[in-house]
Each structure stands twice: as C-alpha cells, then as structure tokens.
C-alpha cells in the first residue's frame, strides 16, 4: 500500500510510475467516483509530455492524446457499464502508446493479459491509499519498483 497525503504526492507517484512505462503499457484505475482517478490520468499524462488539457473523456469514452516520446490514450468505460460493444480496443492497446483505463470491470473481456492494475481508496479529503495489483512480468518489475519508492 502506498500512502498519499495530498496532491503533490499523487504527482510524484505519477512521476515514478512513468519512468517504468513502455510503449503499450495498459494501466487500469480503480476506485469510487472522486477517488482521483481522472487526477492520476492527467499526471500520468503530463508526464508523458501531453500538452494539452486532459479531461475525462467519459462522454467520449476514448481520448487520445500526443506525448514526448510515447502517445497516451485515456479511457473512461464507466458509460460501457451494460455493454459488450468493442471499440476497437485492441488498436489502442497495440499502439506506441501508455493506455490509462477508468472503470476498466466494464470492458473486462476486452482487456489484455497483461497489466498494472491500480486501486485507489479513499482515506479521507486529501488522502488516498494505493495498491498495486501487476499481472506479467514486466508489470511485476514495475510494481515492486513503485513500491519501494
């Protein structure tokens, strides 16, 4: 479990958790609504160097966005609660890019094997609780990475 105390923890988090991303990387977010999910994208995302704005693409569904060196897609599948529609979700998870997922339970059978899954809990207003769940090896690296930062 990873303790955050505030804001500035959550982007230093974001920030050590980009520097183990790779092209194709999939990270899943969970957690209740106003959790930090969307906050934790647009940290991951800054520090992937998007420029622009990032906001929740829940109307969208997919947002995708031009990095530095790596694309980001951002996902939000709440909508997709009662669907078993694929949005082509494979092209996005192939793609040179880091993929962020919110409400990824919705799109279960779409997902790919491999993946860093984190739960976000809410401690109180400013606190929140990480745990990190990693399914391959790759991911398996970067949890034991991030959790002993």
């Known amino acids: 479990m990873i303790k955050i105390k505030n804001l500035k923890d959550m982007q230093q988090f974001a920030n050590h958790l980009v520097s183990f991303l790779k092209a194709k990387d999939v990270i899943l977010l969970d957690g209740n609504l106003g959790a930090g999910k969307t906050t934790l994208s647009q940290f991951i995302g800054r520090e992937l160097g998007v420029k622009r704005t990032i906001n929740s693409p829940t109307f969208n569904i997919i947002k995708s966005y031009k990095g530095d060196s790596l694309n980001f ?77």
């Open 73 to 149: 897609h951002h996902m939000d599948c709440y909508r997709l609660e009662d669907s078993d529609e694929d949005l082509g979700f494979d092209e996005y998870f192939n793609d040179n890019a880091v993929t962020v997922i919110e409400w990824s339970q919705f799109i279960e059978p779409f997902l790919p094997e491999d993946f860093l899954k984190i739960s976000i809990d809410v401690v109180n207003e400013d606190e929140r609780m990480i745990s990190l769940s990693a399914h391959g090896e790759h991911y398996l690296a970067v949890k034991e990475a991030l959790d002993r930062v």
